[in-house]
């Protein structure tokens, strides 16, 4: 596996059959990092072996995980794969933008994950706020909806492809480690310290509004470049603001 490769990050998936052949996928394509949020029938699970097919390095070293924050704690961007844009300001890609992406991030020394929703009804607006993009396939628009499993099969195949071309990013330097993107997890605490203030001083008004205004101020945090020193200073201005009032 390489150092590169994006995690799978498969949020509350529901059949182990689908998780079985989302792991084929991957490992058809090199990719070995799967990371399950809240799979609905547990974990492990035998018939995700049973449909597997061979691909059990993939799912013995699946890791489970209680919210997309935990999954994804370690990398500092995030993709969200969805039919629907659902009204929230982020870039939308193609899944080969969005590779060429993960990629030039990945030789800069980030960590990335691609998420993928529950087969029924995909991500949720909550899910989606917290990436950074949105990655959408040009599917029929009359008939969009994908399998679970074809959906990891197409980005890990975008993935495969670029790596055995030609043209790969350049290396790039390190940045200072406090310069350096900030991890999923903590944009996920700064966005809960900062929601949790506005909470106290009855900002999120009226209460009927509280929901859409939660998650549209998550998804500002989620789409900006935060980097760790960011994140510092804004938990920081934060907590000056409160020992002001």
Sequence with gaps: ?????????LVRPQLGENIGAAARAMLNFGLE???????RDGWPNPAARAMAAGADPVLEAATVHEGIGAAAADCSFML?????VRG??????????????????AAAGERTAILFGPERAGL????????????????NPGFASLNLAQCVLLMAYEWRRQMAGDA??????????????????????????????????????????APYMK???????????????????????????????
Excluded at 33 to 39: A, H, K, N, T
Excluded at 80 to 84: D, P
């Design 1 to 9: 596996m390489s150092d590169l490769a994006p995690a799978i990050v």
């Design 33 to 39: 990092d799967m990371r399950l949020v809240g799979p």
């Design 80 to 84: 969200a794969t969805t039919a629907r």
């Design 88 to 105: 929230l300001d982020k870039p939308v890609l193609t899944p080969e933008a969005a590779v060429a992406g993960i990629r030039a991030r």
């Design 124 to 139: 949720e607006n909550d899910d989606v706020a917290r990436a950074s993009a949105i990655v959408s396939v040009p599917v």
């Design 168 to 209: 790969s990013p350049p290396p790039q330097s390190r940045p200072d480690p406090m310069h350096a993107p900030a991890p999923a997890i903590e944009v996920e605490r700064l966005a809960d310290h900062w929601e949790d203030r506005l909470d106290a001083v009855q900002f999120f008004f009226p209460p009927e509004k």
């Design 215 to 245: 998650r549209s101020l998550r998804n500002l945090w989620s789409r900006m470049p935060l980097s760790r020193a960011d994140v510092q200073m804004l938990h920081g201005a934060l907590r000056q603001l409160v020992r002001g009032r």
